[in-house]
């Protein structure tokens, strides 16, 4: 199934990342990890490094689903707001699930960082901005509650806003704490350390069926048989593949265009990720080498547009948003790409041990946060397996109990 279509960016960053040889006998592990994208990788990494015996398979190869479409934005702010989402699950186990993001960008910074090549992780701080004023009373409310929790979240109001940027708006808040990276390089990296660590990669090698139970399933793939006491899914946005019944994805499209450098890059205070209360939203972030990366313009289907002239029409409307943002800058767009991108009706990933088949568990990060969540799947799918409870993991379980608050 094709993720994403047109020029991605970030895999011309690395053209030697390594390749992995497709299983060609059968073999044992204590964990099987099916998918070798930015969820796969983190949880074979966590897995491996907490002693447990794993292999992972990858269909294709490793970084080929969407990770290579992702823009690297690590944000511990949400797609709902905190607000939105007490709303939805009650205050407590809101502001546990944002704080649980938070510290996950604290450990894929201190990961990151730690890899012996370098991956284009900086701490940065997010600007979140009223798309319009009929917003700003929410997002005020939005700011008093990360404020009441502990966030240490600072208020713009328009007067900061306009004498610190080119543009105008009614007010924003500001996140510390967040992070951006090269995707592409952080998890092929990622990927080597795992091996290292004793992680056992097969790409082409696609998961068909499984047999068994919890401590014996017997996978075939479409070469040699996997014997694997556990089975963790993180196959992205196909959902099928995980098989199961819990989940309900809404599979939508997005955009992505990435500019020449820059000679520099002014009127861009902090070089703060940039985002927006509209929805769907727009979101602007550079780039080590002085590129403007920009996104948004969802779509609701899930087949990538498949023409290069769809996708330059996207990318030129995301060129002038850009340059309604910053009229002074003299940008030229050079890659441009559509994805396939997942979310789910209450806006929480799906991760964890599928109740109705034990020993079978869900890494399914879907929404803007999809690395933030995929992070959180490895910790707590690692935590499971030994026995150990996650602070969140009733929250993101398969089999909660959605609940969607009437608009
Ligand atoms: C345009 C765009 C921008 C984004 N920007 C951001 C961002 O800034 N920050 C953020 O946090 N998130 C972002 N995301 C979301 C992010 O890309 C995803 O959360 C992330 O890539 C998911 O990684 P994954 O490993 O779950 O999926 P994938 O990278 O798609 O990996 C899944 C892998 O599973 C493999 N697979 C599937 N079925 C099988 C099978 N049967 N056997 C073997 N292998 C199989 C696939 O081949 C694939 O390689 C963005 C997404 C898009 C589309």
Same mark, same amino acid.
Not at 105 to 112: D, F, K, N, R, S
């Given at each position: 199934?094709?993720?994403?279509?047109?020029?991605?960016?970030?895999?011309?960053?690395?053209?030697?990342?390594?390749?992995?040889?497709?299983?060609?006998?059968?073999?044992?592990?204590?964990?099987?990890?099916?998918?070798?994208?930015?969820?796969?990788?983190?949880?074979?990494?966590?897995?491996?490094?907490?002693?447990?015996?794993?292999?992972?398979?990858?269909?294709?190869?490793?970084?080929?689903?969407?990770?290579?479409?992702?823009?690297?934005?690590?944000?511990?702010?949400?797609?709902?707001?905190?607000?939105?989402?007490?709303?939805?699950?009650?205050?407590?186990?809101?502001?546990?699930?944002?704080?649980?993001?938070?510290?996950?960008?604290?450990?894929?910074?201190?990961?990151?960082?730690?890899?012996?090549?370098?991956?284009?992780?900086?701490?940065?701080?997010?600007?979140?901005?009223?798309?319009?004023?009929?917003?700003?009373?929410?997002?005020?409310?939005?700011?008093?509650?990360?404020?009441?929790?502990?966030?240490?979240?600072?208020?713009?109001?328009?007067?900061?806003?306009?004498?610190?940027?080119?543009?105008?708006?009614?007010?924003?808040?500001?996140?510390?704490?967040?992070?951006?990276?090269?995707?592409?390089?952080?998890?092929?990296?990622?990927?080597?350390?795992?091996?290292?660590?004793?992680?056992?990669?097969?790409?082409?090698?696609?998961?068909?069926?499984?047999?068994?139970?919890?401590?014996?399933?017997?996978?075939?793939?479409?070469?040699?048989?996997?014997?694997?006491?556990?089975?963790? &899914? @993180?196959? %992205? $946005?196909?959902?099928?593949?995980?098989?199961? !019944?819990? +989940?309900? #994805?809404? =599979?939508? *499209?997005?955009?992505?265009?990435?500019?020449?450098?820059?000679?520099?890059?002014?009127?861009?205070?902090?070089?703060?990720?940039?985002?927006?209360?509209?929805?769907?939203?727009?979101?602007?972030?550079?780039?080590?080498?002085?590129?403007?990366?920009?996104?948004?313009?969802?779509?609701?289907?899930?087949?990538?547009?498949?023409?290069?002239?769809?996708?330059?029409?996207?990318?030129?409307?995301?060129?002038?948003?850009?340059?309604?943002?910053?009229?002074?800058?003299?940008?030229?767009?050079?890659?441009?790409?559509?994805?396939?991108?997942?979310?789910?009706?209450?806006?929480?990933?799906?991760?964890?041990?599928?109740?109705?088949?034990?020993?079978?568990? &869900? @890494?399914? %990060? $879907?929404?803007?946060?999809?690395?933030?969540? !995929?992070? +959180?799947? #490895?910790? =707590?799918? *690692?935590?499971?397996?030994?026995?150990?409870?996650?602070?969140?993991?009733?929250?993101?379980?398969?089999?909660?109990?959605?609940?969607?608050?009437?608009?």
């Amino acid at each position: 199934m094709t993720l994403h279509f047109g020029s991605l960016y970030w895999p011309s960053t690395r053209p030697d990342s390594p390749a992995y040889s497709p299983l060609l006998e059968p073999v044992r592990c204590d964990a099987l990890v099916v998918g070798g994208g930015m969820t796969g990788i983190a949880c074979g990494y966590t897995l491996a490094r907490s002693g447990i015996d794993t292999v992972l398979i990858e269909q294709s190869s490793i970084c080929s689903g969407s990770t290579s479409a992702n823009t690297g934005i690590l944000q511990y702010s949400n797609d709902i707001m905190l607000s939105d989402l007490a709303d939805q699950i009650g205050e407590y186990d809101a502001a546990e699930f944002y704080r649980a993001c938070k510290s996950a960008v604290e450990q894929l910074v201190q990961v990151a960082a730690g890899l012996p090549r370098d991956v284009d992780v900086k701490r940065r701080n997010s600007f979140y901005y009223a798309s319009n004023d009929r917003d700003l009373i929410a997002l005020e409310k939005e700011f008093e509650m990360l404020s009441r929790h502990g966030f240490g979240v600072e208020w713009w109001d328009a007067e900061r806003i306009g004498s610190a940027f080119p543009f105008r708006k009614s007010g924003a808040i500001v996140t510390h704490g967040d992070a951006e990276l090269n995707p592409y390089r952080f998890v092929s990296t990622l990927a080597e350390s795992a091996v290292q660590a004793g992680l056992r990669v097969y790409e082409k090698t696609k998961f068909l069926s499984v047999d068994g139970r919890k401590g014996s399933f017997v996978v075939r793939t479409n070469s040699a048989e996997i014997h694997a006491e556990h089975v963790v &899914y @993180a196959v %992205g $946005y196909t959902p099928e593949a995980a098989g199961g !019944s819990w +989940i309900r #994805a809404k =599979l939508n *499209r997005s955009y992505a265009m990435v500019t020449k450098p820059l000679d520099s890059i002014e009127d861009w205070p902090q070089r703060f990720m940039l985002w927006e209360t509209a929805r769907p939203y727009l979101y602007l972030r550079t780039t080590a080498d002085n590129r403007i990366v920009i996104g948004g313009l969802d779509e609701s289907f899930r087949q990538p547009v498949l023409s290069e002239s769809e996708v330059e029409h996207r990318s030129l409307r995301l060129l002038s948003e850009l340059k309604l943002l910053f009229p002074n800058m003299r940008v030229e767009k050079e890659y441009e790409w559509c994805g396939t991108f997942g979310e789910s009706a209450d806006n929480l990933p799906w991760i964890g041990e599928d109740p109705s088949r034990p020993g079978q568990y &869900y @890494a399914l %990060g $879907y929404g803007g946060n999809g690395t933030i969540y !995929s992070a +959180i799947a #490895a910790r =707590l799918i *690692r935590d499971d397996i030994m026995g150990i409870k996650h602070p969140i993991s009733s929250i993101v379980a398969p089999d909660r109990k959605t609940k969607v608050p009437s608009a």
